[in-house]
């Protein structure tokens, strides 16, 4: 019937009802009504059946709070065979639900992360790569597990790179820096990597850890900004550009050649230094504000470090970001 006959101080203290409180009442009084329904049948169908029940449940205490619960029920029999009591064993496993949930969690992030994550064990060999290294790699889970961590990085790395990472990832400290890692059609792409040594509690190490960013993009990014760097010095031109408050941040040699300032004496200052008071007021007027307008184009006077002018053909205009800004 689920009457209650007999209950332990553990019993007790897990479910907030005394012995006298609970002695005598049903055990639906735990209850906390988010159970399945067919949890309670397949239950009954065991017990019933003389088999002893194993399984998890979401029970109520006494003060209204929920736990989580590992129960077994065991049947005993009488002299005839007959049941006549049923033995309940219950352990609370409320922190283990929660570790259980933060460990899926966790598990869920890194599979889902945009991050390149992968595992080996002490050996050397993978045991876990999330879907975005599977996605990089152009490789299945099943093509990855069990291979040497090694086999991921591209052998157009040098030897001492190799080496260094293989000897270093196993250290306290890790190892961290850029490295090519192989697709699986023979392509190399470039990526950030830090790997790192998982301990036990022991201190023993228990696999490496990886983790890795592609910086295709940003090396494709840093190479046209390298084309135009060099292009902007190289050329005959004179090209400077300043901040919002038209502060010099940046000039090229031919500016530094045909003014005379060094870059030490001109990164910083202001534009006006460089354009010359014979100017007339209304033209500086119209270059600032055309300027700041989007753009401003023809003919004035910048000023020489020595105070001689030299007449240029000027073009101006604002540089924005994504945002517009």
């Known amino acids: 019937t689920g009457t209650v006959i007999w209950v332990n101080s553990a019993f007790e203290q897990l479910t907030g009802y005394t012995h006298a409180e609970i002695v005598g009442r049903s055990t639906r009084v735990l209850k906390s009504g988010l159970n399945p329904r067919t949890l309670y049948e397949e239950m009954w169908r065991t017990i019933l059946g003389r088999r002893v029940w194993r399984g998890e449940l979401i029970n109520r205490r006494k003060n209204g709070s929920l736990y989580d619960e590992e129960m077994t029920i065991t049947p005993i029999h009488d002299s005839r065979g007959e049941i006549n009591h049923y033995i309940a064993i219950k352990l609370d496993i409320t922190e283990r639900k929660r570790v259980e949930e933060h460990i899926r969690m966790l598990a869920k992030a890194v599979e889902n992360s945009p991050e390149l994550v992968g595992m080996s064990g002490p050996d050397g060999r993978i045991v876990y790569v999330n879907g975005t290294l599977q996605k990089a790699l152009q490789r299945s889970k099943e093509e990855l597990v069990g291979k040497q961590f090694r086999s991921i990085l591209s052998q157009n790395n040098s030897p001492v790179l190799l080496q260094e990472i293989e000897s270093k990832s196993s250290q306290p400290d890790g190892w961290k820096g850029e490295c090519l890692a192989a697709r699986n059609d023979g392509t190399d792409f470039p990526i950030l990597l830090s790997s790192c040594p998982v301990t036990g509690e022991d201190g023993q ?49 031919a500016w530094f050649s045909a003014l005379g300032y060094s870059e030490q004496e001109l990164i910083g200052q202001s534009f006006r230094l460089i354009l010359s008071p014979n100017n007339s007021a209304e033209l500086l007027q119209e270059i600032n504000a055309k300027t700041f307008a989007g753009g401003w184009r023809g003919e004035c006077l910048h000023r020489r470090k020595n105070g001689t002018d030299l007449p240029v053909l000027l073009s101006t205009g604002i540089l924005k970001d994504r945002e517009g800004r």
Do not use: Y
């Open 205 to 253: 190490v228990l696999g490496i850890l990886g983790i890795a960013q592609d910086i295709s993009e940003r090396k494709r990014a840093e190479e046209r900004l390298s084309l135009l760097s060099q292009a902007m010095e190289n050329t005959s031109e004179l090209i400077g550009m300043g901040d919002t408050n038209a502060n010099i941040t940046f000039a090229n040699q």
